[in-house]
């Protein structure tokens, strides 16, 4: 059963604080995903990877960084946290055959708040 | 201009009816299509992925069709269960590389017993 597991669930943190939100996979899939959900604007692509040591920027990358140290984890970097960056984030992987044909499983979200 | 928009916003059914979710959309080159199912507080699930013009799927009591000449795809859900109760959300993929995707914002869909 693919799985995709996100940690932690939530998180509350402080303006101008580090957060590290972290994504496992154990489906082999070389596509990692990082969006975040917002009422009214759907899904955004913030940064994905192709494989273990890439990442690439997505839609919305300003004040994210990305980090793919092995094929099974994909984390999500806030260096300086804002308010403005409190929301659900969701971790997918993608088994990479593309376009229609890529099947993706999501993970369940984390919760962040920025106070 | 948001670029997948889904109707209605929300809708609420008896168990056993069935409903109908639009999703029209803009994005361009619309490659392939997806609809999603969330559960509150849970990932999204895939259901379905239309590729052509004019194509249907069918996924048990989901069923789906695209007009890609109108940019405009249903969502068909047959004898609603309780467990149906989620966010639908419509993706429209651009082209063959699948980081690029276009979400809706969803429907909410509330079955009653």
């Known amino acids: 059963e693919a799985a995709v597991t996100q940690s932690p669930r939530n998180k509350v943190a402080v303006t101008g604080g580090k957060v590290t939100l972290s994504c496992n996979q154990t489906n082999n899939h070389n596509n990692m995903y990082w969006y975040r959900q917002d009422t009214g604007h759907g899904l955004r692509l913030i940064h994905y990877?192709?494989?273990?040591?890439?990442?690439e920027k997505g839609d919305i990358p300003d004040g994210y960084k990305a980090s793919r140290p092995s094929q099974e984890n994909f984390s999500l970097i806030l260096e300086l946290a804002t308010p403005s960056q409190t929301s659900v984030y969701f971790c997918a992987s993608g088994d990479g055959t593309g376009g229609a044909a890529e099947t993706l499983y999501f993970g369940s979200g984390t919760r962040l708040t920025v106070l | 201009k948001t670029q997948v928009e889904q109707s209605p916003q929300s809708l609420v059914v008896r168990q056993g009816e069935n409903c109908v979710l639009q999703c029209n959309y803009s994005v361009t080159p619309d490659n392939h299509l997806r609809w999603f199912k969330q559960d509150t507080g849970k990932g999204l699930v895939s259901l379905t992925v239309l590729v052509h013009e004019n194509d249907k799927t069918s996924n048990g009591r989901y069923s789906a069709t695209l007009d890609k000449d109108a940019k405009h795809s249903t969502l068909h859900i047959t004898a609603t269960l309780l467990d149906d109760t989620a966010t639908y959300i419509c993706?429209?993929?651009?082209?063959?590389?699948?980081?690029?995707?276009?979400f809706g914002d969803g429907t909410v869909l509330t079955v009653k017993p």
């Open positions: 990877s192709y494989g273990a040591g890439s990442t």
């Open positions: 993706v429209v993929g651009a082209n063959t590389n699948t980081g690029k995707l276009t």
